[in-house]
């Protein structure tokens, strides 16, 4: 009886020894930085965490967001491993296409292993979007277009080339017999300055994640041509075509979450771990993810890590394909 005493004593000790080491790692400042202007895929990450981490109550301190466009993400990366290693209080968003460009090397000198992966929170998907009164009503009708004259249309994208949204349309193009080097492209620092851009007029099709286009969708200003998803989406998106059904066999799911600097101390990534583990088993989160059109994702540390490699190997392998490797 003594010894099980002892026992659960002992237990009870290391148990309020280790929350209160978890204590002690919440930050004073947490930060989010999305690595692109406001409005588009990397805003739309970190502000879901912003909200669900608050709602949750697993921040005690307002989080706030940042913004750092440059290189679609190479700008903050660099920022994050050379000055920000050891901040504890600091996220970064990521997405597919951050992946995309480490596989070729546009993030300079660091590779996938120069920081710590923490968290993907969510999937979204690609998609090929035009102007509410576009006259493309399908996707069949933009590709047999782009047959004609690819010269003749202008897309436009939140990266450079060979950066995720052109990757999608490229795939399109290659299964339809049309060269990609042949397509017009208009790169902006982000999906949200790619939307206003079509909503102007200035591009007549934008390549970018779902997620991003919703609410212009919602508000019947903008026609999703393709989803580039296996099968129809469920819930009220159940209605896009997807670019599979249409006769082009091509899926684009887009992972989003966080990396940390790559200094950060193991007893502080894991008190973000554990925030991040217990949002995203949180009902009241997934309702929040599923208002932003986004689809349930749970990775946390060591399962982000091995994802993320070996994601990054795939790309590189796409990226060979379409002679994009450095």
């Given amino acids: 009886m003594q010894r099980t005493a002892l026992s659960r004593i002992t237990l009870a000790a290391s148990c309020l020894v280790f929350a209160s080491q978890l204590f002690a790692s919440e930050p004073k400042r947490p930060e989010c930085i999305a690595p692109a202007k406001p409005g588009g895929g990397f805003d739309l990450t970190c502000k879901l965490a912003q909200i669900g981490l608050k709602d949750a109550g697993l921040l005690k301190a307002p989080?706030?967001?940042?913004?750092?466009?440059?290189?679609?993400?190479?700008?903050?990366?660099?920022a994050v491993v050379a000055q920000r290693a050891k901040d504890p209080g600091t996220i970064t968003a990521f997405s597919s296409g951050s992946l995309l460009n480490l596989a070729q090397g546009k993030f300079g000198r660091y590779d996938e292993k120069a920081v710590r992966w923490l968290a993907g929170i969510g999937t979204d998907y690609g998609a090929i979007s035009v102007r509410a009164d576009s006259p493309y009503q399908n996707l069949n009708d933009l590709v047999e277009a782009l047959k004609k004259d690819p010269s003749s249309i202008v897309f436009g994208a939140g990266a450079t080339i060979g950066g995720q949204d052109w990757m999608q349309t490229a795939l399109i193009a290659r299964l339809a017999g049309i060269d990609p080097r042949n397509l017009r492209y208009v790169a902006f620092e982000g999906g949200g300055e790619t939307l206003t851009a079509m909503l102007g007029g200035h591009v007549q099709v934008t390549s970018s994640g779902l997620g991003e286009v919703t609410p212009q969708l919602a508000a019947n200003k903008i026609r999703v041509l393709a989803v580039l998803a296996d099968e129809r989406l469920p819930g009220?998106?159940?209605?896009?075509?997807?670019?599979?059904e249409q006769g082009y066999d091509i899926s684009w799911p887009v992972i989003?979450?966080?990396?940390?600097?790559?200094?950060?101390?193991?007893?502080?990534?894991?008190?973000?771990?554990?925030?991040?583990?217990?949002?995203?088993?949180?009902?009241?989160?997934?309702?929040?993810?599923?208002?932003?059109?986004?689809?349930?994702?749970?990775?946390?540390?060591?399962?982000?890590?091995?994802?993320?490699?070996?994601?990054?190997?795939?790309?590189?392998?796409?990226?060979?394909?379409?002679?994009?490797?450095?």
Avoid: C, I
């Avoid at 989080?63 to 660099?78: E, L, W």
């Fill in 63 to 78: 989080m706030r967001v940042t913004y750092m466009p440059g290189g679609v993400g190479a700008v903050a990366y660099n």
């Fill in 236 to 244: 009220r998106l159940n209605h896009l075509p997807t670019a599979k």
């Fill in 256 to 326: 989003r979450g966080f990396y940390m600097g790559p200094e950060v101390s193991d007893e502080q990534f894991a008190w973000w771990q554990q925030q991040f583990q217990q949002l995203l088993a949180n009902g009241e989160f997934a309702a929040l993810r599923e208002q932003r059109d986004l689809f349930p994702l749970t990775l946390t540390g060591a399962e982000l890590e091995a994802y993320v490699f070996k994601q990054v190997e795939q790309y590189k392998s796409l990226a060979g394909e379409f002679g994009l490797t450095q």
